[in-house]
């Protein structure tokens, strides 16, 4: 649930919590098995408005370049990452796990852009762990004021 947040902290679930019928314990429960006690430091981003573009840093770490996906559809730009799904084959040929701590799963974030940016038009690079991507500017279309002539 996206809450304006202070500090890390979500006001807005503090205050839900004293409301009996508000319980977010199953949710927290499932993000923790998805993602682990660090989920929520995953996929942490910084968006710079520059004169020209605005550029998007994504902490990705851990991840290579071939296990993330940028994709734009209806003006929503969408990034995902994924890692460690094939765990089964692995585990048959390079023997099991007994105690793991790295993290393995997918995870995904989305940007509304705007309808008017293309695919074309945004440039990405991945290098140490982050991912910058380049989204240009468009400015948008005012149009033009017409008027209807009135006889009389």
């Known amino acids: ?3 304006p947040s ?3 902290e979500n006001l807005f679930d ?3 919590k004293d409301f009996p019928f508000y319980d977010d314990k199953d949710m927290k429960k499932a993000e923790r098995k998805l993602y682990g006690r660090r989920g929520s430091h995953l996929m942490k981003t910084d968006i710079k408005e520059k004169d020209d573009c605005y550029e998007l840093e994504m902490d990705l770490p851990g991840f290579t370049k071939e296990e993330i996906q940028v994709s734009l559809e209806d003006g929503v730009l969408t990034v995902s990452a994924e890692k460690g799904l094939d765990q089964d084959e692995q585990e048959k040929k390079s023997g099991r796990y007994i ?3 790295r993290y393995a799963g997918a ?3 989305s940007f509304y852009v705007g309808d008017d940016v293309s695919q074309e038009d945004i440039r990405g690079e991945f290098k140490h762990g982050i991912l910058k991507l380049f989204i ?3 400015k948008a279309e005012v149009p ?3 008027y209807i002539s009135i006889e009389g």
């Open 107 to 109: 995870c995904q974030r």
């Open 144 to 146: 033009e004021k017409k």
């Open 6 to 8: 202070i500090f890390g």
């Open 136 to 138: 240009p500017k468009k």
């Open 14 to 16: 503090e205050f839900m």
């Open 1 to 3: 649930m996206l809450m």
């Open 99 to 101: 105690r793991r701590e």
